[in-house]
C-alpha cells in the first residue's frame, strides 16, 4: 500500500472505499481495542506491490 495512505489507514472514518461501501471504523476500532482493552499493539508493515502485514502484540502479564 502507498505510504500516504499506511500513515492515515487507523484513523476513524479514513476509507478507501467509494461513498456508502465503508465506515472507515474497522482498522481504528479494532486498533482501540488492542491498544485499551489488551495494553497490546497493532501495526502494519507494508510494501508497494508486495504485501501488507498486521502485527498484533499483547502482552501475556
Same mark, same amino acid.
Given at each position: 500500500?502507498?505510504?500516504?495512505?499506511?500513515?492515515?489507514? !487507523?484513523?476513524?472514518? !479514513?476509507?478507501?472505499?467509494?461513498?456508502?461501501?465503508?465506515?472507515?471504523?474497522?482498522?481504528?476500532?479494532?486498533?482501540?481495542?488492542?491498544?485499551?482493552?489488551?495494553?497490546?499493539?497493532?501495526?502494519?508493515?507494508?510494501?508497494?506491490?508486495?504485501?501488507?502485514?498486521?502485527?498484533?502484540?499483547?502482552?501475556?502479564?
Amino acid at each position: 500500500m502507498a505510504p500516504e495512505i499506511q500513515s492515515k489507514i !487507523f484513523e476513524h472514518l !479514513f476509507t478507501t472505499k467509494g461513498v456508502g461501501k465503508g465506515t472507515g471504523l474497522g482498522l481504528a476500532i479494532a486498533k482501540q481495542i488492542i491498544e485499551e482493552t489488551h495494553a497490546g499493539k497493532l501495526t502494519c508493515v507494508s510494501y508497494l506491490g508486495q504485501g501488507t502485514e498486521f502485527i498484533i502484540t499483547i502482552p501475556t502479564k
